[in-house]
């Protein structure tokens, strides 16, 4: 087995999925490596707006997370894992890769930051699902020039609709959403922050009007679509309450 981890994110990416595929193990990617792998046309904004990979992000059980075997895929890798944190038990790991410079980061599939997700790890290869990759980012509420230029990408290269095949399922993300009003919150700020921004011209590369329209369209319909899906008992009663209570966990120290 080669031992030695490669300096390009996407091609250490492969290479990690396909030896945890050698060993039983079920791993996908998320995060900027995610996003670059699933948009292979309008991929190119990333470099072109200056959008750096600083390490590669992982889903995977939580079984697998706290097992040994997970520390020995790595270390087989020409990983260490950095220890005495705690992480394990929290669901996370952290391995460091001292030739690039760089960690890679292996989450539970349920994974909370300032909302929970809930992974689903059956649906795409090698990534988590587009819907995941979407809310991954949604769920951020102080949203950064790095995430909206990756949101950006994902509704330019992929169509939303009512499944999971190379679309954004947004019928599944409405869903979600209005289970929790909280998460909705968040995430329906972030579109509209997202519209602000597209609109005003604070995120701009040449020749892009035909881009930012269709983006526009689908944030559009996105929010048309989580505003009008049925909502629970819960989410109803939590909306009473609105933002006079903090609505999402509060994170530091998260990228």
């Known amino acids: 087995m080669d031992t030695k981890p490669r300096q390009n994110h996407t091609e250490e990416m492969f290479r990690i999925v396909k030896a945890s595929d050698e060993r039983g193990f079920v791993i996908r990617v998320m995060g900027a ?11 190119y904004l990333q470099e ?47 391995f460091n890769d001292e030739i690039n410079k760089r960690c890679v980061d292996v989450f539970s599939r349920e994974w909370t930051m300032c909302h929970t997700i809930n992974f689903r790890l059956d649906v795409d290869y090698p990534t988590v699902p587009l819907a995941e990759l979407l809310l991954h980012k949604l769920q951020i509420v102080q949203l950064n020039y790095k995430d909206v230029i990756d ?25 979600l959403l209005a289970k929790d009003w909280g998460f909705w919150y968040t995430a329906i700020t972030n579109l509209r922050k997202m519209e602000s ?59």
């Not at 079984?63 to 890798?77: A, H, I, T, Y």
């Not at 949101?151 to 409405?174: S, V």
């Not at 319909?221 to 009473?240: E, I, N």
Request: charged fraction near 30%; include cysteine.
């Open 33 to 43: 490596v995610a996003f670059r792998v699933h948009c292979p046309k309008f991929g």
């Open 48 to 94: 072109l707006l200056e959008r750096k990979f600083t390490d590669i992000d992982f889903i995977t059980t939580k079984r697998l997370v706290g097992s040994n075997d997970l520390g020995k895929l790595f270390e087989s890798l020409g990983y260490s894992e950095r220890v005495g944190l705690g992480l394990r038990y929290h669901g996370r790991r952290i």
């Open 151 to 175: 949101l950006t990408m994902l509704l330019r290269e992929h169509n939303i609709g009512d499944n999971d095949q190379e679309t954004i399922n947004i019928e599944y993300i409405a869903e």
């Open 197 to 255: 921004i597209l609109s005003e011209g604070s995120l701009s590369w040449k020749n892009d009007e035909e881009d930012k329209a269709d983006v526009l369209t689908k944030i559009a319909k996105s929010l048309d679509l989580t505003d009008r899906a049925p909502k629970s008992f819960r989410w109803k009663m939590r909306a009473r309450v609105g933002t006079r209570k903090t609505w999402y966990r509060q994170v530091s120290g998260y990228k």
